[in-house]
């Protein structure tokens, strides 16, 4: 059922950990111009997504 019943192996371990570390660390990460060439616009921030799409989350209006 599992795969590492006994705990993952040190090695997979502690790649795992360096790479969630070396994620954390990256406030810029890697870029291309993939959306604005598709899209012909630039890209959107996740809070920008958040405030166009909110009414779809709210329950439904009271009485």
Do not use: H, K
């Not at 360096?18 to 993939?34: I, K, Q």
């Amino acid at each position: 059922m599992f795969r590492f019943p006994a705990g993952a192996p040190q090695a997979l371990a502690d790649a795992i950990t360096e790479g969630f570390a070396l994620m954390r660390a990256d406030s810029v990460g890697f870029r291309t111009d993939t959306v604005e060439r598709l899209l012909g616009r630039g890209p959107r921030t996740f809070a920008d997504w958040c405030a166009r799409n909110a009414d779809a989350f709210r329950g439904p209006a009271g009485p």
